[in-house]
């Protein structure tokens, strides 16, 4: 063999080492370990799968709404929505694992993942069927307005032009007041509030003349801080809340709905709303 040949079977072998190992280099692109690429057996399911997989539900709720959501005596959540939250996950399967969350930042909460649903009173309203999806309903309110026990001078709605109305920043009612309550009546002032107890404790101060809520939310707060108000006229609007959850998992939300009508058929739900409320549910929400 010439030299020339040894030359052509060296630069051969040479083109077929490098080729070799830039397949190589290839095939382990993106598992430092150098085995084959995979994915989290999650990345391809949906919520409920990785819910029931995680064994849990993580609600998102104030936890300052009484007798909603709230810290009981032994600093546990307690509450309507909690007793809620809890049976609907017993029936997906799961235990329900709360998270506390300032009602201001309730929706942004939600789509940053911290939190898979929330039962929280959130309102069902066209706005939010933007932002994120729904259950059926699990419950139907009554708004009224509500004042100091010596005001005689508001007993409707009409009677909040030149008025300071107190709210909760981001609800469903201070975008009744604002859009729909203003153009009505003419301009008043809103005050907004994170926490409903410190709008009843400005109220039973005189730093605001009124605000609304809903009738269920009143009494527990009332006796536990002996405010001197009450609740005035017929009330000025119905809202239904739901459990709400990210938008596109239909998956979930169908099973939300399947255990919240079993809780409705079999009674649960009924107990439940009479050991907070000290009566039946109204026909529309049993």
Same mark, same amino acid.
């Given at each position: #063999?010439?030299?020339?040949?040894?030359?052509?079977?060296?630069?051969?072998?040479?083109?077929?080492?490098?080729?070799?190992?830039?397949?190589?280099?290839?095939?382990?692109?993106?598992?430092?370990?150098?085995?084959?690429?995979?994915?989290?057996?999650?990345?391809?399911?949906?919520?409920? +799968?990785?819910?029931?997989?995680?064994?849990?539900?993580?609600?998102?709720?104030?936890?300052?709404?009484?007798? !909603?959501?709230?810290?009981?005596?032994?600093?546990?959540?307690? %509450?309507?929505?909690?007793?809620?939250? *809890?049976? =609907?996950?017993?029936?997906?399967?799961?235990?329900? +694992?709360?998270?506390?969350?300032?009602?201001?930042?309730?929706?942004?909460?939600?789509?940053?993942?911290?939190?898979?649903? =929330?039962?929280?009173? #959130?309102?069902?309203?066209?706005?939010?069927?933007?932002?994120?999806?729904?259950?059926?309903? $699990?419950?139907?309110?009554? =708004?009224?307005? @509500?004042?100091?026990?010596?005001? %005689?001078?508001?007993? *409707?709605?009409?009677?909040?032009?030149?008025?300071?109305?107190?709210?909760?920043?981001?609800?469903?009612?201070?975008? $009744?007041?604002?859009?729909?309550?203003?153009?009505?009546?003419?301009?008043?002032?809103?005050?907004? !509030?994170?926490?409903?107890?410190?709008?009843?404790?400005?109220?039973?101060?005189?730093?605001?003349?009124?605000?609304?809520? &809903? @009738?269920?939310?009143?009494?527990?707060?009332?006796?536990?801080?002996? !405010?001197?108000?009450?609740? =005035?006229? +017929?009330?000025?609007?119905?809202?239904?809340?739901?459990?709400?959850?990210? *938008?596109?998992?239909?998956?979930?939300?169908?099973?939300?709905? &399947?255990?919240?009508?079993?809780?409705?058929?079999?009674?649960?739900?009924?107990?439940?709303?009479?050991?907070?409320?000290?009566?039946?549910?109204?026909?529309?929400?049993?």
């Amino acid at each position: #063999m010439n030299k020339s040949s040894r030359y052509s079977i060296g630069l051969t072998a040479a083109l077929l080492l490098m080729f070799t190992l830039i397949l190589g280099a290839c095939g382990n692109a993106g598992n430092k370990d150098g085995g084959a690429a995979t994915s989290s057996p999650q990345d391809s399911s949906n919520l409920l +799968e990785q819910i029931k997989a995680n064994g849990k539900l993580k609600v998102g709720l104030m936890g300052t709404y009484a007798p !909603y959501n709230f810290l009981n005596e032994n600093k546990e959540l307690d %509450g309507f929505d909690v007793d809620i939250a *809890k049976e =609907v996950a017993k029936r997906l399967g799961v235990e329900a +694992e709360f998270v506390t969350q300032d009602w201001s930042g309730m929706i942004a909460g939600l789509q940053a993942k911290k939190f898979d649903a =929330v039962v929280s009173q #959130m309102t069902i309203t066209d706005e939010r069927k933007q932002q994120m999806d729904f259950s059926d309903p $699990y419950i139907t309110n009554q =708004v009224k307005i @509500i004042v100091k026990e010596d005001n %005689g001078s508001i007993t *409707k709605v009409e009677d909040f032009k030149g008025k300071n109305i107190g709210v909760g920043l981001g609800t469903n009612d201070e975008t $009744y007041l604002r859009t729909e309550l203003m153009p009505k009546v003419g301009d008043f002032t809103i005050k907004t !509030y994170d926490d409903v107890i410190l709008s009843l404790a400005d109220l039973n101060n005189g730093r605001i003349d009124a605000t609304i809520n &809903n @009738i269920y939310a009143l009494k527990p707060i009332i006796e536990e801080n002996g !405010y001197k108000i009450k609740a =005035v006229g +017929e009330p000025i609007k119905s809202d239904q809340a739901g459990i709400a959850v990210r *938008k596109n998992n239909p998956e979930l939300v169908e099973a939300l709905n &399947n255990a919240l009508q079993e809780m409705k058929d079999d009674g649960t739900y009924a107990e439940i709303f009479k050991k907070w409320f000290g009566e039946e549910p109204a026909d529309s929400a049993k």
